[in-house]
């Protein structure tokens, strides 16, 4: 598929932004990205500002919808003044609270080394998500394990020094499975990312499960190819159809905004995307397996996950891979 030029990208841009503006407070909203435009299922060479809603009504269904809720109409492509598109997806946080027990996939049990791709959860939690990584603090150089808040925190009254357990608590973690403390978060950015400061208690490996060293970071682009190791998933494909997305979303009781979101598909040869247990998993750029973007979220017909911009995770945590 063609590139975009930097002036169409600029412009549709600006039109998101407009869009989330004054359309993100809409309860039919789900999304509001940039990306390319969908036809059954398949992208198109068109870029598109991408209306997610959780139904999208057809035929004498919408027309009855229009008239009876006219504030809850989306805008077109003339309102908006750029190209539109609507996707029909709810997206869900994947940590999970589950186990279901799969003798092929070692990931929810003691590992050491630690690495990505395992499970882990805080000492709150009944369930599980994935350790996404790990990464230095800027200032003091301590290591520290990076994956989703929802992972790590999942509580706005979470303090520093929480426990984090591997593997985590939905699968059999106790205390004495601590490897590291809880330290900050990025939601008050709007990102839905956490770090914990590591415990010396393992070693560690700068790798993926089943996948490699991690080499770097790099910038989620439309049309990338990526590769995640996951909890829950284990080793997936995904193809970037959207990035500088917007998402309302109820954490605890508080609703937030999450923002910087890849859209994610599957790929041309289609299987599974993500699952429940996979929140907090990075994705890596297939080809050099540098770390594009942290995994929060999916939905499962279709298959499509959400993923926050690696390098804005990592500015707003003050850490580097």
């Avoid at 996939?105 to 805080?122: A, E, K, T, V, Y």
């Avoid at 190819?225 to 494909?237: F, M």
Wanted: charged share 25%; proline share 5%; net charge neutral.
């Amino acid at each position: 598929m063609p590139a975009f030029d930097g002036r169409t990208l600029r412009a549709g841009l600006r039109a998101r932004d407009r869009a989330a503006a004054f359309y993100l407070s809409n309860p039919r909203i789900t999304l509001i990205d940039l990306g390319r435009k969908m036809r059954d299922g398949r992208l198109t060479d068109d870029l598109t500002v991408r209306f997610h809603v959780r139904e999208k009504p057809r035929g004498a269904t919408y027309e009855a919808f229009a008239v009876q809720h006219p504030e809850l109409v989306l805008p077109s492509d003339t309102d908006l003044g750029f190209p539109v598109d609507y996707i029909e997806a709810t997206y869900h946080s994947q940590l999970w609270a589950s186990f279901f027990p799969d003798a092929s996939n070692q990931r929810d049990q003691f590992c050491n080394p630690l690495q990505g791709g395992i499970s882990i959860s805080n000492e709150w939690d009944y369930g599980y998500g994935t350790l996404g990584g790990l990464v230095k603090d800027r200032v003091t150089g301590d290591k520290m394990i990076l994956s989703a808040w929802h992972v790590l925190a999942s509580s706005a009254y979470t303090r520093p020094g929480l426990r984090i357990f591997q593997p985590g608590v939905g699968d059999g973690g106790t205390p004495r499975d601590t490897v590291a403390r809880f330290t900050r978060h990025a939601m008050s950015q709007g990102i839905d990312a956490a770090v914990a400061t590591l415990e010396r208690f393992r070693s560690t490996l700068n790798e993926e499960y089943e996948i490699g060293p991690v080499t770097g970071v790099v910038e989620p682009m439309i049309d990338m190819r990526l590769v995640k190791s996951g909890r829950a998933s284990q080793v997936t494909h995904g193809l970037i159809s959207g990035v500088e997305g917007e998402r309302p979303v109820w954490y605890g009781g508080f609703r937030r905004t999450i923002r910087h979101i890849v859209h994610i598909m599957q790929t041309p040869e289609a299987g599974q995307v993500s699952r429940g247990g996979d929140s907090g998993s990075w994705w890596l750029e297939a080809v050099t397996h540098k770390a594009a973007a942290l995994h929060i979220a999916g939905n499962d017909d279709p298959e499509y996950a959400l993923a926050i911009s690696m390098p804005r995770v990592l500015e707003a945590l003050q850490v580097d891979i």
